[in-house]
């Protein structure tokens, strides 16, 4: 309810509908007080008076709660002093604000920023080594300050070389500009920040790494900095590289708050705008910034770009594994639903969880996991943690403490458990809010369910159950496109009784998927995992990969290590078996190397560790593992 009575208004007990009444603005002045000119909207809360001119809202109490919640957030977040996090800082020296010639002819003449500006966004000039050994070289350094403190600065040199502070934190360039107001613009980098600063537009942040579409450096801000904003100004440069940042800003922060800015057609970006055209044009072109298009109505126009780099590039491959004979069948992207099933026991998610860490691991994706049968999730985590380091989980003279707690921290960045409450149902609609969430604070690109049968199955009225599957798997291909994540999807198989020829269960196929023929129908990728306990071979059949440029159907063998709990490429060789006088098949010889893949600062070392392995194999003309 809105409580008019707080504001000054008497709606002589209606509760709907629209009314004249008194304004408490200008009553006392009035020479007849009781004169009803408010006209008074008593459902949206909107009023104007027709004497003094005054107009408002009264907001619904909920908004008022939510807004005196918002606001004690950002009077803490004003209160609370950054933490370093480990990471090193950058030393403040005021004496750099007076900018040596060089720097302020190259920043006023060639940029058209003015020395107020430059002043005023605490831009310095300092004498930098840009190159371990090398001499210090005249540098313009950006600096970037949190609630005041300096965190990070980038340093330029005049030839257009630059790096940050080593080790600093990544953060939003002029991220204090927008604590607390309900607009802010998002640019691609300093220049730009200045240029709409000095044009008027002083709620300007910038991305501190270019036009990378990795946000992780966005988590931290996301509550405090950007939930309370009504609009968002998207002023990012015009290129392949602008639209991923503008893409991925737009997954994270909603489109129905982005506006994009269009620039001249002989311009990149803002500063370019300003050189050429001037600070009138640049107002203009963010003043006229355009709504994204309407959800669910496309033309050519809208994917103009989108379509001309697929012209000029072609399709490009999906992430890799690192399984060699994996990566050959199949690639991963973004914004699809894959479907896993296999028999009770074969290592399902085992497998899962391998492509899972493998994924984040290669390409700093993140990954959340609804899985009530890995409840508590600690267990669960142990699992990730032997995958990890590729030891028990128990304290060793090589599962250290330090290993420990480098691993923990690695887990806690990049994988997150969705557990509904207690008093919550584990439906679909609970478990897509919480993972929904996860992309806008976490920026979360894999949700795994395992397994489906653990999602309360709740049929509509006169709905049957092959209609409620064809709706929930809709449900799970829209979520994975709207929020560009992929969507792993564990689904048991009816009982398989029928045998080959050879007298062995014939393996799963995605039409045994219990409950209907559309979980091989709807999905981009579909997995049989079929493991052999005799060879100890672990088979993944690869039914369907919807996009070639993706991969292709087959299949390939992997040796499960039931130590660490991963997995390896090998292959199945023909033995002859002379006593029974018939070829039967055995797995070929395996030289597990066990690599880590987290140190214990729990940075990704993986990559690095199989290609040492590779060398060092090549060079003594054994055959690599990887």
């Known amino acids: 309810m809105r409580n008019f009575k707080k504001y000054g208004f008497d709606t002589h007990q209606r509760i709907s509908g629209k009314i004249h009444c008194v304004c408490p603005k200008c009553k006392d002045t009035r020479s007849h007080p009781d004169d009803r000119s408010v006209s008074l909207d008593l459902d949206t809360g909107l009023w104007y008076c027709h004497h003094c001119g005054e107009k408002g809202y009264i907001p619904h109490e909920n908004e008022e709660r939510q807004r005196e919640e918002r606001n004690r957030r950002i009077e803490e977040a004003r209160r609370m002093k950054p933490s370093a996090n480990g990471h090193p800082r950058p030393e403040w020296h005021p004496e750099f604000l007076t900018l040596l010639p060089p720097i302020e002819e190259y920043l006023t003449l060639h940029r058209g920023l003015s020395k107020e500006t430059l002043y005023k966004a605490k831009v310095t000039g300092q004498w930098v080594n840009m190159t371990t050994g090398n001499q210090p070289e005249l540098c313009m350094a950006f600096n970037y300050f949190d609630r005041g403190i300096l965190i990070n600065s980038k340093y330029r040199t005049l030839d257009k070389r630059f790096r940050l502070h080593r080790g600093a934190e990544l953060i939003p360039y002029n991220i204090d500009s927008i604590l607390g107001s309900g607009i802010c613009y998002i ?30 450096w966005l988590d931290r801000f996301v509550e405090t900095h950007f939930e309370d904003k009504k609009t968002i100004i998207l002023a990012l440069d015009a290129d392949t590289v602008g639209i991923q940042l503008r893409d991925e800003l737009v997954r994270r922060l909603g489109i129905e708050r982005c506006r994009l800015v269009h620039w001249s057609d002989d311009c990149k970006d803002a500063n370019d705008e300003l050189t050429r055209h001037g600070a009138d044009s640049v107002r203009h072109c963010v003043e006229t910034a355009s709504e994204l298009p309407i959800t669910g109505m496309f033309t050519v126009s809208d994917a103009a770009d989108d379509f001309l780099a697929l012209f000029e590039n072609g399709l490009q491959h999906g992430a890799e594994t690192g399984l060699a004979n994996f990566d050959k069948l199949v690639s991963f992207e973004p914004g699809r639903f894959m479907v896993v099933t296999g028999r009770p026991g074969e290592g399902k998610s085992e497998f899962i969880d391998e492509i899972v860490l493998r994924l984040c691991l290669r390409h700093e994706w993140k990954a959340a996991y609804f899985s009530p049968e890995n409840d508590p999730f600690t267990y669960h985590l142990r699992k990730l943690s032997e995958k990890l380091t590729g030891y028990p989980f128990q304290r060793s003279p090589k599962m250290t403490d330090r290993l420990f707690h480098g691993v923990s921290q690695w887990l806690n960045d990049n994988i997150c458990h969705i557990m509904p409450g207690m008093d919550e149902d584990y439906t679909l609609d609970n478990i897509l809010h919480i993972a929904h969430q996860l992309v806008a604070r976490r920026g979360i690109r894999i949700l795994v369910i395992d397994p489906l049968n653990r999602i309360e199955q ?58 209907s023929a559309d979980f091989g129908n709807k999905a981009d990728y579909c997995f049989v995992v079929d493991r052999d306990d005799e060879l100890h071979v672990t088979t993944i059949y690869v039914d369907k990969v919807r996009f070639k440029h993706l991969g292709t159907r087959g299949e390939c063998t992997l040796f499960y290590d039931i130590v660490s709990g991963r997995y390896q490429p090998c292959q199945v060789d023909d033995v002859y078996d002379a006593q029974k006088g018939f070829t039967c098949k055995g797995p070929a010889h395996i030289q597990w190397q066990n690599i880590r893949w987290v140190n214990e600062e729990g940075h990704c070392i993986m990559i690095e560790e199989e290609e040492r392995i590779a060398a060092s194999k090549e060079k003594s003309g054994s055959p690599a593992l990887f």
């Open 187 to 216: 640019t691609e980098g300093e220049f730009d920040t200045l240029t709409l600063i000095q044009c008027g537009f002083p709620e300007t942040v910038s991305v501190p790494n270019g036009g990378q579409s990795n946000l992780h």
């Open 458 to 515: 709740r049929l509509a009225e006169g709905q049957t159950e092959l209609q409620y599957l064809s709706s929930l798997l809709n449900r799970l291909v829209r979520f994975a496109r709207q929020n560009h994540c992929m969507v792993l999807l564990v689904a048991h198989p009816r009982k398989v009784n029928r045998a080959n020829l050879d007298g062995k269960k014939r393996r799963v196929e995605m039409n045994d998927i219990n409950g």
